[in-house]
């Protein structure tokens, strides 16, 4: 019953920014932590940045200074503020939220994914 969707991906000059979302709706009691991956054709998805129910975020080394993770708690959304963007950035892009439900126990949900293409 848990669903996780991103929105706001799409084609972007080098040098460009995009501001992806990602919004959980269903039966959400809580969600502990929300990650952005993305994962280019043939290639295994890779971690881009996390952030803990207590706010504390995470980034991967090649993406710090130019991503930025954010968070609604109320609205149960998480953004990733993408600045600078490289053709090698191109990729589908997933959220992934550590959630717990309703009924059961905590678990993992992955969205659809958001296509990104930078290109001039």
């Known amino acids: 019953q848990v669903q996780l969707v991103e929105s706001g991906g799409g084609l972007v000059q080098p040098g460009g920014s995009l501001r992806l979302s990602c919004a959980a709706s269903?039966?959400?009691?809580?969600?502990?932590?929300m990650h952005w991956y993305r994962q280019v054709l043939g290639k295994e998805r890779e971690l881009l940045a996390f952030?803990?129910?207590?706010?504390?975020?995470y980034y991967e080394d090649f993406v710090k200074g130019r991503f930025t993770i954010s968070r609604d708690n109320a609205m149960n959304t998480v953004d990733l503020q993408m600045n600078s963007l490289k053709p090698e950035d191109t990729a589908v892009y997933f959220c992934?939220?550590?959630?717990?439900?309703?009924?059961?126990?905590?678990?993992?949900?992955w969205g659809q994914g958001t296509q990104v293409t930078v290109s001039s």
């Open positions: 992934r939220g550590q959630i717990s439900p309703r009924r059961g126990v905590v678990g993992d949900y």
């Open positions: 952030i803990r129910s207590d706010g504390v975020t």
């Open positions: 269903g039966s959400i009691f809580s969600i502990n932590a």
